[in-house]
């Protein structure tokens, strides 16, 4: 078997609408530099680096890592690029688990970024659509996931207000987060009353656009005590997808991401979530996805995911936080926001949180997902 | 070995798509100074801590990237250390007096006139604004004067913000299954879809192979005009690039004889009404665009509600 | 710590053409991961994963991907974009084997540079400030690098034009690339300017088409119907973005992935392979590479060009499918080691495999097959 693969530095930026004092490969400098500070090493150290950003449309920067790696001082270096939509970062962070699991390095660099303030975001990620078949008509996905939950919300009674408290929650958890921008306190009123953008979804549902990079080294169990005393080991990790235009498909559940955690829970011994795991960082690209999520994660009965949030249960104090940090909507850079739920989970079980640390957490749960809500992916990390 | 689809290369109409897209790149601080100083005639390099000097200036050396110690300007005089000519123009590395480094740009000139070694110096385009155009390019300049690398003083605010735009092209080919479902829109006005691998109702868009089962497809189907709205929701937001009107309802609706949705909008003129009357399960209809049909999904301006 | 060691067991390619005009990405796609099984004793079902490569500015798609997952056959199982040739998506399926997690891998990449203006792929690659204004773009790094080399070495463009021909003939006579008369010497001198001094015959020529390379943990490669043939080595090196920086006349990432490469297989040279299957965009970066590898001292990578057993697919100059080379070297490499030989004969047992990416191949990739 492979080796075990621990987290064993972070470093993002601190996000912001509009960075107009640094380069795309500025931004991405300054996540690297706090990563291999947090994990004490140098560049020198770091055997492979993997870069990951969305879209190359979102930058005008074709195969960027060619650009940033001088940024980074990576020269020489085994350095490659994964995209995958909005989940690239977790793609990329995969990508390394794999090249320190399967001895490929002993110590991995994964940075992942966006620097969505510099192109038109929704029209980019139209370009998602087929161009002979629907492209015309793509508002981004928002028109899309607004229409998926719709159609969750006639099926299983779920109302606006089961998104709203999603969003309402990660708001006021962002402020706390010294890495968002978007730190205003709101009521599930204050959603509900919001303008409709794509109904059902509402301003307040939807996350703000960011400029952002985030990086974590990665140490297989031999070398990972060099960097820090207490690593969040990677217990399981997988990124399932499933074909955007199939015949069944009812995004009732997540199918890919049901898939992925039957794997990774698996892999780790995970056989009741709701119960084992201590916190939760999901990548929830508008309020809705958080619900689903809740059902395919197995952190409630499929259908079950308004009452869950209803009860309290995701909350700070409640039994199963989910986003202490305030996930999205504290900071969205799309690109990087895996590899930054997993920085969020990873300082939980470090104990070392800085959002809102969870006692005595020592189980977390990361989901991460890109593309046409078909590419979905979650880990499990523990002390 | 095996070399699949079989076909003889045939020579077939394109669909011609666009991606044009408008950016505000930042360039940082050191090409963001550089940006505002060379709309000034000035020159801007990194100084390193070991003394070397790099022009244009970065803020990480290409070497190793290290942060610069300081801004400095570099002379518009150097030496030509490579070239070439691509569709007519020359195109060389440019190092300049005093640098460490040599960098890209156009050389004004024949490529007879050129060898490595050559001493140039910098034309100047006083109306080229902040940009490194603001050089038009370099000039041989065989006794050009050995310039030098001076302090640069009190620093500008960088620039923040650089327009740019890009334009791709695309003709993408229809391929054996988009061929026949366009050409059939087009002469008869008929979506055909392919009947999924185990199924009666048809893929639309067709293909050759299933999504799910990765096995060949059925025989070909006619599908209606008609169909059943599978998931919408309600456009409120006007984005860059959008092709209609807001309000109006995106829609995925599952023609009649299909399995999988085709993708197009619902127009309304009320919110609150479209929320109630048009959701998942709701019957609607396509209204054809007037005037000949191109063979593309516009031929279909619309789907209405079927009432009742 | 015990690695599983992984073995290419099977590959298939659609033909290499200058456009497919009657196919879509997913036509071209669909096919060589149906074709990849034939003959292996295995199917889609036993595939663990799916490692793709290619370009969304090539595809005029966004997560283009996302749209071809049916077709790649990944409905259901994990899937992962390498936006980079197709031999880093096959590193990544190493790894991933190699960990002991998964037994079998699809990797697939796919390339149709028809349907786009493929300068603009390349030029949308540099830096947006400094670079891409002046008109700075791959055939006029390729053309600097050239300028370079030729005067550095003495070569002339009647050199190359030679290797280029060799190559053609070549990619003739291995089939799989649709041409017509293989130019000659003359015909590649006489090309037309590319990029001085090359001619457009001594660019790589970009060319439509899909490759697939199915991947198995030991045991699965040797209950297989065929001899399994093993990668036993991987490296990889990116080099500074600034073209004027990285050494003239040599390529530092190709010897940086090759040391790497060897040192995994226990290789003292990248000589002990009996054949190179290597990736140059152009003529003289064929030279660079073999030179990079260690197969020629500096300089000299003419005579080790034109031997025996460098790229007798033809390579990278008459079928380039860009972002997909690298990996139909790696196939191509496979199939010379997987090939039978006559009783009393004996075949190639060791083969170096090369892919490249960026302007001017600033990374590089190289592995080692051995059966």
Same mark, same amino acid.
């Given at each position: ?47 492979? @680096? ?29 350095? @490659? ?41 929704? !029209?980019?990620?139209?370009?998602? !659509? ?35 408290? *999603? ?30 953008? *794509? ?39 997988? !990124? *399932? ?5 199939? $015949? ?36 929830? $690209?508008?309020? *809705?996805?958080?619900?689903? !999520? ?7 009965? $499929? ?17 199963? $936080? ?62 | ?46 100084? =390193? ?116 735009? =890009? ?142 | ?59 005029? &798609? ?35 084997? &190699? ?32 670079? &891409? ?208 030989? &006559? ?29």
């Amino acid at each position: 078997m492979g080796r075990e693969v621990g987290i064993v530095g972070v470093g993002q930026t601190h996000h912001s609408r509009r960075r107009t004092d640094v380069s795309q490969a500025g931004l991405v400098r300054e996540a690297v530099n706090r990563a291999l500070a947090d994990a004490k090493l140098s560049m020198d150290d770091i055997d492979t @680096v993997v870069v990951a950003t969305g879209p190359v449309l979102f930058g005008g920067v074709n195969q960027p890592e060619k650009w940033v790696v001088d940024a980074i001082g990576a020269q020489g270096k085994s350095v @490659v690029r994964l995209t995958s939509g909005g989940g690239a970062g977790f793609a990329g962070a995969l990508a390394g688990y794999y090249q320190v699991a399967g001895g490929y390095s002993e110590r991995t660099l994964v940075v992942a970024y966006d620097k969505l303030s510099e192109g038109p975001l929704q !029209y980019s990620i139209s370009t998602l !659509y087929d161009p002979f078949w629907g492209r015309e008509f793509a508002v981004g996905i928002m028109g899309f996931s607004a229409a998926y939950w719709r159609a969750r919300m006639d099926v299983l009674g779920h109302t606006e207000e089961a998104a709203a408290m *999603c969003a309402a929650k990660n708001r006021n958890n962002a402020i706390n987060n010294p890495y968002a921008h978007q730190k205003k306190a709101v009521t599930v009123e204050d959603v509900l009353n919001s303008k409709p953008l *794509c109904w059902p979804i509402k301003l307040l549902d939807v996350p703000p656009i960011s400029d952002g990079a985030a990086a974590i080294v990665l140490a297989n169990d031999k070398v990972a005590h060099h960097s820090n005393s207490r690593p969040a080991w990677i217990r399981g990790i997988a !990124y *399932c997808c499933e074909a955007d235009n199939a $015949p069944e498909r009812s995004l009732m559940v997540s199918e890919p991401l049901a898939l992925a955690s039957r794997q990774v829970y698996r892999a780790a011994g995970i056989t009741n979530p709701r119960r084992q795991f201590d916190v939760v960082e999901i990548q929830e $690209p508008y309020s *809705c996805f958080e619900l689903n !999520y809740y059902e395919s994660l197995g952190l409630c009965p $499929p259908g079950q995911a308004a009452d869950l949030v209803a009860s309290g249960a995701t909350q700070l104090d409640g039994d199963i $936080p989910v986003n202490p940090s305030g996930g999205c909507m504290g900071a969205n850079p799309i690109g990087a926001v895996g590899v930054i739920r997993l920085i969020e989970a990873a300082t939980q079980v470090m104990g070392r949180n800085e959002s809102h640390q969870i006692k005595d957490a020592k189980l977390a749960l990361v989901q991460s997902g890109g593309g046409w809500a078909n590419l979905r992916g979650c880990a499990v990390l523990s002390a | 070995m095996y070399y699949a689809p079989e076909t003889t290369p045939i020579d077939l109409p394109t669909f011609h798509s666009q991606i044009k897209l408008p950016y505000t790149l930042t360039p940082g601080r050191a090409a963001g100074i550089f940006l505002v100083e060379i709309a000034n005639g000035r020159i801007v390099g990194s100084r =390193f801590k070991d003394g070397s000097v790099i022009a244009p200036a970065q803020d990480f050396s290409p070497k190793d990237g290290e942060e610069p110690e300081a801004l400095v300007e570099a002379p518009d005089t150097g030496e030509l250390t490579g070239f070439t000519r691509v569709d007519g123009a020359v195109i060389g590395l440019i190092r300049l007096d005093g640098c460490a480094n040599a960098f890209t740009h156009r050389i004004l000139g024949e490529l007879a006139d050129l060898k490595v070694g050559q001493r140039v110096k910098a034309e100047w385009d006083g109306a080229a604004g902040q940009s490194i155009l603001a050089i038009k390019g370099f000039v041989v300049a065989a006794d050009a004067p050995v310039g030098t690398v001076k302090e640069l003083g009190e620093l500008p605010e960088p620039l923040g913000v650089v327009n740019y735009a =890009f334009a791709l092209d695309y003709e993408h080919a229809y391929g054996p299954y988009y061929g026949r479902m366009f050409d059939e829109i087009k002469q008869n006005g008929v979506f055909m879809g392919v009947r999924g691998s185990n199924a009666d109702e048809a893929l639309l868009p067709p293909r050759e192979i299933d999504d799910i089962t990765h096995k060949r497809t059925g025989t070909w189907k006619a599908c209606a005009d008609t169909g059943t709205i599978r998931a919408c929701s309600i456009i409120n937001i006007e984005v860059y690039g959008q092709t209609r009107q807001v309000p109006y309802v995106y829609a995925e609706v599952v023609l009649d004889g299909a399995s999988t949705k085709m993708i197009h909008v619902i127009e309304i003129d009320d919110l609150e009404h479209a929320k109630k009357n048009i959701k998942p399960g709701t019957r609607v209809r396509a209204v054809w665009t007037k005037g000949e049909r191109q063979g593309r999904v516009s031929d279909i301006e619309r789907f209405e509600v079927i009432d009742g | 710590m015990g690695f599983s060691q992984v073995a290419v067991l099977a590959s298939a390619q659609t033909e290499l053409r200058p456009a497919w005009n009657d196919a879509q990405h997913i036509d071209l796609i669909s096919s060589v991961v149906t074709n990849v099984f034939k003959g292996t004793g295995l199917s889609l079902d036993d595939v663990d994963f799916v490692i793709d490569s290619g370009s969304d500015v090539l595809d005029g &798609r966004s997560i283009s991907n996302c749209g071809f997952l049916g077709a790649l056959g990944a409905h259901h199982k994990e899937e992962a974009r390498v936006e980079e040739d197709g031999l880093w998506a096959a590193l990544y399926g190493v790894n991933k084997i &190699r960990s002991g997690a998964s037994k079998v891998g699809l990797i697939v990449a796919y390339s149709k540079p028809s349907e786009s203006a493929i300068d603009l792929y390349w030029s949308a690659m540099v830096e947006p400030f400094y670079q &891409r204004p002046v008109g700075f773009g791959q055939k006029a790094a390729l053309g600097m690098q050239a300028q370079r080399y030729l005067a550095a070495y003495g070569i002339t463009d009647s050199d190359l034009a030679d290797l280029v021909a060799r190559r053609w003939a070549a990619a003739a006579a291995n089939g799989g690339v649709a041409m017509g008369d293989a130019p000659d010497a003359a015909a590649v001198l006489g090309a037309g300017e590319a990029a001085h001094p090359l001619t457009n015959l001594m660019l790589s020529r970009p060319v439509d088409g899909a490759v697939a390379v199915l991947l198995g943990a030991e045991d699965v490669a040797r209950r297989s119907g065929r001899a399994p043939v093993f990668i036993t080595g991987m490296g990889t090196s990116m080099e500074t973005h600034a073209f004027a920086e990285r050494s003239a006349n040599t390529l530092d990432s190709v010897a940086a992935a090759a040391k790497m490469a060897l040192g995994k297989a226990g290789w003292d040279k990248a000589g002990a392979a009996d054949v190179a299957e290597i990736s140059g965009p152009s003529a003289v970066g064929e030279l660079l590479v073999l030179e990079g590898l260690g197969l020629a001292d500096a300089g000299k990578g003419l005579n080790a060009a034109m031997g025996d057993g460098i790229n007798r697919s033809g390579g990278a100059l008459p079928a380039d499918p860009v972002i997909a080379t690298g990996l139909v070297r790696l196939a191509e490499a496979a199939k010379q080691l997987a090939a039978p030989v &006559r009783g009393g004969a004996t075949g190639p047992e060791k083969a170096i495999v090369h892919g490249t990416g960026g302007l001017a191949m600033q990374t590089n990739c190289v592995f080692t097959l051995e059966v």
